[in-house]
T-cell receptor, first 116, second 114 residues
Framework: DAGVTQSPTHLIKTRGQQVTLRCSPI?????VSWYQQVLGQGPQFIFQ???????GRGNFPDRFSARQFPNYSSELNVNALLLGDSALYLC???????????????FGDGTRLSIL | AQKITQTQPGMFVQEKEAVTLDCTYD???????LFWYKQPSSGEMIFLIY??????QNATEGRYSLNFQKARKSANLVISASQLGDSAMYFC???????????FGTGTRLKVLA
């Protein structure tokens, strides 16, 4: 079975541009979460979606937005890019639902975003 | 507020020996889950082991075990018989049942020596 897939693998943008990152969860997983991992730090939670609805949002500005599609895939959008947005963006999927607490999230390989 | 603390930025261990990676947490929610992930230099996050706050026994998965001390709010990862391929960053994470986000620690970089 395929794991969590993310695209693109690498991306280079300039300040002020907009970017869209994509994520396909493991088959059967209905929950998708997005994380930002700056070099040398742990992942920081951005969003979680379940059944196309936002269930959680981290401390990120409104320039960050996301959505989940009927097939449970997801997109993360970042507008007006800043140098500080350079990071590894990780997508994770899990079964989700009310009993999601004990289910591990499975991560994709990430998208490495560089802002020039 | 939720918090995960990993106080060991880096650790060394000799091949075939055991090593303990420390993790303490803070939460006011009585129901939560604790997770450990491994992140090799290639970047992917690999799930290792899970411990629920109501689990009576410490979790084990192959060479990985979790030393869960609830009263002390610690969830240390023990890796037995270390292998060269265990060299990586290790992250402790927590998820409160009432929320939908994971909180990660800052990680511990483990280097296994031949």
């Amino acid at each position: 079975d395929a794991g969590v897939t993310q695209s693109p693998t690498h991306l280079i943008k300039t300040r002020g541009q907009q970017v869209t990152l994509r994520c396909s969860p493991i088959s059967g997983h209905k929950s998708v979460s997005w994380y930002q991992q700056v070099l040398g730090q742990g992942p920081q939670f951005i969003f979680q979606y379940y059944e196309k609805e936002e269930r959680g949002r981290g401390n990120f500005p409104d320039r960050f937005s996301a959505r989940q599609f009927p097939n449970y895939s997801s997109e993360l959008n970042v507008n007006a890019l800043l140098l500080g947005d350079s990071a590894l963006y990780l997508c994770a999927s899990s079964l989700g639902g009310n009993r999601g607490g004990n289910q591990p999230q499975h991560f994709g390989d990430g998208t490495r975003l560089s802002i020039l | 507020a939720q918090k995960i603390t990993q106080t060991q930025p880096g650790m060394f261990v000799q091949e075939k020996e055991a090593v303990t990676l420390d993790c303490t947490y803070d939460t006011s929610d009585p129901s939560y889950g604790l997770f450990w992930y491994k992140q090799p230099s290639s970047g992917e996050m690999i799930f290792l082991i899970y411990q629920g706050s109501y689990d009576q026994q410490n979790a084990t998965e192959g060479r990985y075990s979790l030393n869960f001390q609830k009263a002390r709010k610690s969830a240390n990862l023990v890796i037995s018989a270390s292998q060269l391929g265990d060299s990586a960053m290790y992250f402790c994470a927590m998820r409160e049942t009432g929320t939908y986000k994971y909180i990660f620690g800052t990680g511990t970089r483990l280097k296994v020596l031949a």
